[in-house]
């Protein structure tokens, strides 16, 4: 029998692997810091100490933004924060930037959250149910600004997937 209920949330399928790399290279910076530190006789509980705090910032820095998302809703969690929308109310979606580009979806009680697209493109998931929660918006009439950046982002992921089935069938 089934159970009924809420489904579960559907997430990044790479930020794991992403989260390691944030892990290790955090580490080794830790590691080969120490080590020379100490060889060179100037290893002291403080240095330590700082050692500690520039590894910790370095991890803080390459640790990506994780991003989940289930009917009607997307959120995105930083180290320290987690900001969600509603998908079935957007209000505006814009895109940022050209080289490292960012969506940022706004919905109709106020609240924002920046997406990198790059994210949306790995995850075919991800981006059915945003979609999902956008073709809702505009059925309802709240979604003002940003239908032709979805359309154009929805492109690039439907190549790339195309591309990809291509790539594994070995017809490309």
Excluded: K
Aim: glycine residues 8%; positive net charge; contains cysteine.
């Amino acid at each position: 029998m089934r159970r009924s209920g809420p489904l579960n949330p559907t997430g990044d399928r790479h930020w794991r692997g992403s989260a390691r790399f944030a892990v290790s290279c955090a580490l080794v910076f830790l590691g080969m810091t120490l080590l020379v530190d100490w060889d060179a006789g100037t290893l002291t509980p403080l240095r330590a100490l700082l050692w500690i705090t520039l590894s910790a910032t370095a991890f803080a820095v390459l640790l990506p933004r994780r991003v989940t998302v289930g009917p009607g809703w997307l959120a995105v969690r930083g180290p320290v924060r987690r900001h969600t929308v509603r998908t079935d109310a957007l209000v505006v979606v814009r895109q940022y930037g050209d080289v490292s580009s960012h969506l940022v979806l706004r919905d109709a009680h106020g609240h924002r959250v920046e997406v990198d697209p790059r994210v949306l493109v790995a995850n075919p998931l991800l981006w059915h149910e945003l979609d999902t929660g956008v073709r809702r918006s505009m059925q309802r009439g709240t979604l003002r600004e940003g239908t032709t950046v979805l359309e154009r982002l929805g492109h690039e992921i439907d190549d790339s997937t195309a591309l990809a089935l291509l790539r594994a069938s070995g017809l490309s």
